[in-house]
């Protein structure tokens, strides 16, 4: 099991448990890698005062447990406005937004799509590549190894305005 893996089944009862989601949890880098953890509340805040709270019990469970081999740092965050998406729920949350997809295999020669998310249906997440009707593309979660929102006017307007993510996020 990986770092990352193992990190993610430990902490996650305690993340839950303060009223958290856990977004991603990330662990590598040089002589000292960072164990980066990202999460947000159920309607998709998360303050600086949650990262504070979040860190200070999840530094207590990570001394307890020791459960990396060397020295790391500790970094807890929110997802940001161009947060990764990782969860099928955080496709169909911000539906409408775009964003660059990639996918852990090569699929008709291509693997990295960037497009508007157009939500998930039937388990698949639709992606509107802008290519007319051939440009829409179907993945399920499991064929994505990594996707996150693209930074857009339409992105940061709505982030000025106090946008929350629901299941129409990106529509006007």
Not at 7 to 23: A, D
Not at 57 to 65: A, K, M, P, R, Y
Not at 66 to 75: A, C, F, I, K, V
Request: hydrophobic residues 35%.
């Amino acid at each position: 099991m990986e770092a990352a893996d193992r990190i993610t089944t430990l902490i996650t009862p305690t993340v839950e448990s303060l009223g958290f989601e856990l977004v991603r949890v990330n662990y590598g880098g040089g002589r000292k890698p960072t164990l980066q953890i990202m999460a947000e509340r159920p309607d998709g805040t998360m303050g600086v005062g949650d990262c504070a709270t979040l860190s200070r019990e999840l530094s207590v469970l990570l001394d307890v447990e020791d459960p990396l081999p060397t020295e790391y740092l500790l970094e807890v965050s929110s997802p940001g406005i161009d947060r990764p998406l990782t969860r099928e729920k955080d496709f169909g949350r911000w539906a409408g937004f775009d964003a660059k997809v990639e996918l852990g295999e090569d699929r008709e020669g291509r693997r990295r799509y960037r497009g508007t998310l157009l939500g998930v249906e039937n388990g698949l997440i639709g992606l509107d590549t802008g290519a007319g009707e051939v440009g829409v593309v179907h993945f399920a979660i499991a064929e994505v190894s990594k996707a996150k929102l693209l930074l857009t006017d339409k992105l940061l307007k709505a982030a000025a305005k106090g946008f929350k993510p629901s299941g129409n996020a990106g529509q006007e």
